[in-house]
């Protein structure tokens, strides 16, 4: 019971939950949190933080200033600070950020590439797209 609770609680501070039962394609632009508990397919670009929840299945390009991963994601992330891969998590694609956090269950397959680039601190999403 602790845990549901736990999990509300911090659904309540994120700026927006899309629910498990959501599912939709294209470009997605956001600047505070997001958590993702449906499908999505396309593009993300944010200058916040992005949550990819447990029942989330992504297949897209992904650039935030930060991405939490507890579902299973196809495609490219790129992260302004750093990424993390809870121990639920399922990442297909390539990685890039300049930290990044593996909890032991994880599974990854893909590259990862793990720099920092100062002048690129700061600006937006897509200021920092390739």
């Known amino acids: 019971m602790a845990e549901t609770r736990e999990l509300i609680e911090d ?26 508990k449906g499908r999505f397919e ?20 992904i650039n935030a200033e ?10 490219r992330l790129k992260a302004g600070k750093y990424i993390e891969l809870h121990k639920r998590s399922n990442t297909s694609g390539d990685i890039i950020a300049p930290q990044l956090v593996i ?10 590439v793990m720099a920092h680039d ?4 700061n600006h937006t999403a897509e200021e920092i797209e390739e």
């Not at 949550?51 to 992504?58: D, F, K, L, P």
């Open 42 to 61: 396309g593009q993300i670009d944010s200058t916040g933080h992005l949550i990819i929840g447990q029942e989330a299945r992504i297949s897209a390009s």
């Open 66 to 75: 930060t991405i939490s991963v507890d579902g299973t994601v196809n495609g």
């Open 11 to 36: 659904e309540n501070r994120i700026g927006t939950v899309v629910a498990e039962d959501i599912h939709f394609k294209g470009r997605l632009v956001f600047k505070d949190s997001l958590k993702i």
């Open 103 to 112: 909890e032991k269950g994880a599974l990854f397959n893909g590259t990862c």
């Open 118 to 121: 100062e002048k690129k601190k």
